[in-house]
T-cell receptor, first 114, second 112 residues
Framework: DGGITQSPKYLFRKEGQNVTLSCEQN?????MYWYRQDPGQGLRLIYY???????QKGDIAEGYSVSREKKESFPLTVTSAQKNPTAFYLC?????????????FGSGTQLSVL | GEDVEQSLFLSVREGDSSVINCTYTDSSSTYLYWYKQEPGAGLQLLTYIFSNMDMKQDQRLTVLLNKKDKHLSLRIADTQTGDSAIYFC????????????FGAGTRLAVHP
């Protein structure tokens, strides 16, 4: 079945530690996105990538980094510079980055600070 | 700037209709979306409406769009316990790429 796989489902971060969240898709989509979800707030865009080897900052990129070396994969690293990392992280993809493309979401990773 | 607002909570009785409302600010939005999120899961696209439409119906779901008032609603007929979830309204933001602006989500609770 085609879809988006995020792992792990739960992740704990220690003070000063970098952690990486995985996102893989087998939908052959060009565009991929990372969103952060906090309780009582809408989703906020962290980074997006319209094509392999290219990515752009979203609205809240500070303290995060990404790479897009393969079409299928768009990992997100939460660095120690992100002072409030506890949130639910959602990865999404779309066929392309045009305005009519629908987003498909993974099942999310809950990141908590120890 | 771009903003999407929704009420945070709605409680309905099983079998009744649910109406979830949303207001948005970007009058140039071409598409508006409703996503559903079940506990601990990602978002699932329920339906969407193009800005030149007033209404779209899909089985138990009816979307109404009032462009003048920038108001979007989702009506769920014959609401079931399986409809309990968080419903997000989203508009297509400006910026030349596939950017969605999400509301904070409305938690729908269905009780017997």
């Amino acid at each position: 079945d085609g879809g988006i796989t995020q792992s792990p489902k739960y992740l704990f971060r220690k003070e000063g530690q970098n952690v990486t969240l995985s996102c893989e898709q087998n939908l052959n989509h060009d565009a991929m996105y990372w969103y952060r979800q906090d309780p009582g707030q809408g989703l906020r865009l962290i980074y997006y990538s319209q094509i392999v080897n290219d990515f752009q900052k979203g609205d809240i990129a500070e303290g995060y980094s990404v790479s897009r070396e393969k079409k299928e994969s768009f990992p997100l690293t939460v660095t120690s510079a992100q002072k409030n990392p506890t949130a639910f992280y959602l990865c999404a993809s779309s066929i392309g980055a045009l305005s009519r493309e629908k987003l498909f979401f993974g099942s999310g990773t809950q990141l908590s600070v120890l | 700037g771009e903003d999407v607002e929704q009420s945070l909570f709605l409680s309905v009785r099983e079998g009744d209709s649910s109406v979830i409302n949303c207001t948005y600010t970007d009058s140039s939005s071409t598409y508006l979306y409703w996503y559903k999120q079940e506990p601990g899961a990602g978002l699932q696209l329920l339906t969407y409406i193009f800005s030149n439409m007033d209404m779209k119906q899909d089985q138990r779901l009816t979307v109404l769009l009032n462009k003048k008032d920038k108001h979007l609603s989702l009506r769920i007929a014959d609401t079931q316990t399986g409809d309990s979830a968080i419903y997000f309204c989203a508009e297509r933001g400006s910026g030349g790429y596939n950017k969605l602006i999400f509301g904070a989500g409305t938690r729908l609770a269905v009780h017997p």
